[in-house]
């Protein structure tokens, strides 16, 4: 198993993938720049992929086969982090729509953050489709 970031060579098979998503109707070109893949054999066994807004960087997807171990996930999560970094993000949010999630964003460093304070496009979080889900979020420093 490899970690690979996106790039010609694994362009399509990134694209591949995201098509076969059934709530992605549109794949921009940030997102397809802005992901990293564990891959074996030419399938996809992980993916984060994310988009940036200023200094802050928003998980968009974190995609993972069950059995994936868990030192592969940190892998995974550590590449993007450092791609992050590299990118001079300074924080990253995830909008955690699984209970069962918590607990492996915080196994990464993520922590939970207070819904109340966090606006979109000027809206209250709490106030749009996300309000049901937990905002995690990790510094860059």
Same mark, same amino acid.
């Given at each position: ?6 790039n010609? !060579?694994s362009?399509p ?10 709530? *992605? ?32 960087? *928003? ?6 086969? %069950? ?6 996930? !940190?892998?995974?999560?550590?590449? =993007?982090?450092? %791609? ?15 209970? %069962? +999630? =918590? ?9 939970? =953050? ?21 905002? +995690? ?5």
């Open positions: 198993m490899e970690v690979i970031h996106a010609e !060579k362009r098979l990134i694209e591949s993938f995201f098509k076969k998503l059934p709530l *992605l109707e549109d794949i921009s070109e940030e997102l397809l720049v802005n992901t990293v893949i564990l891959s074996e054999n030419d399938i996809i066994k992980g993916l984060v992929s994310y988009e940036c807004f200023d200094k802050i960087a *928003l998980i968009r997807f974190f995609i993972f086969q %069950k059995e994936l171990p868990e030192n592969w996930l !940190k892998t995974l999560m550590e590449e =993007v982090l450092q %791609k992050m970094k590299a990118n001079r993000i300074k924080k990253v949010l995830s909008f955690v729509t699984q209970p %069962k +999630m =918590v607990p492996i964003f915080s196994s990464f460093g993520f922590s939970e =953050v207070d819904k109340k304070n966090l606006y979109l496009d000027e809206t209250p979080l709490a106030k749009t489709d996300f309000n049901l889900n937990q905002v +995690m979020v990790y510094s860059l420093g």
